[in-house]
């Protein structure tokens, strides 16, 4: 999981950017995020760094509870947690933030989109899984629980937690949790039929 062609870094790369401007999207429209950035938004609200430095601690700490359940990390690993971090905090101030909330609801849609353009070029590579796929997959393996439920729970721990904080959550929180897995699902097929990254041997 550290050895790859250069194509395959290259949709890695572009996928993780990808994936934190859609984040990024998602916070300047201001009518909820995603459980994550619900987390580092509560996160925020009690350390004042930007969401993208309390994406990142949050990533290293989640990373942290591989250790029991033996997690490899890979290169993919490392690099989502850099570049959806360094993302969110580069690519916020180039959206504007909407004067409406049909507006809001639009750079939602818009957000979800790219987060599952992003998911569909940087996951297929093969070079280890962003830190809540890698814990969710380490739960599911060694506690036998269906990992649609782990998913779940950790989620919803996320969500509970940053709402406790002050996270913001709303519509957009909402539209992204019904969403985004059917987004991802087609951009797959699309990234597939115009040139599907090719995994690390």
Excluded: C
């Amino acid at each position: 999981m550290w050895k790859a062609r250069p194509k395959t870094f290259f949709y890695l790369m572009l996928g993780n950017w990808l994936y934190g401007t859609g984040e990024a999207i998602l916070i300047k429209a201001d009518i909820g995020q995603s459980a994550g950035t619900v987390l580092a938004q509560g996160i925020q609200n009690l350390t004042g760094d930007t969401i993208g430095w309390t994406s990142f601690y949050i990533s290293i700490g989640v990373m942290f509870l591989w250790i029991p359940l033996k997690n490899k990390v890979g290169i993919g690993t490392v690099l989502n947690i850099i570049f959806v971090s360094v993302a969110i905090d580069v690519m916020i101030p180039f959206f504007p933030t909407p004067d409406s909330y049909p507006l809001s609801v639009l750079m939602v849609l818009i957000g979800i989109l790219v987060i599952g353009l992003g998911s569909a070029f940087y996951i297929p590579s093969n070079l280890g899984p962003g830190p809540r796929d890698g814990l969710m997959t380490g739960l599911h393996y060694r506690t036998g629980i269906p990992i649609g439920r782990v998913r779940f729970a950790i989620e919803a721990i996320f969500l509970l937690g940053g709402w406790l904080l002050g996270g913001s959550v709303g519509l957009g929180t909402v539209l992204v949790t019904v969403l985004v897995g059917e987004v991802v699902a087609i951009f797959f097929g699309i990234v597939g039929r115009v040139g599907k990254p090719s995994p690390s041997r």
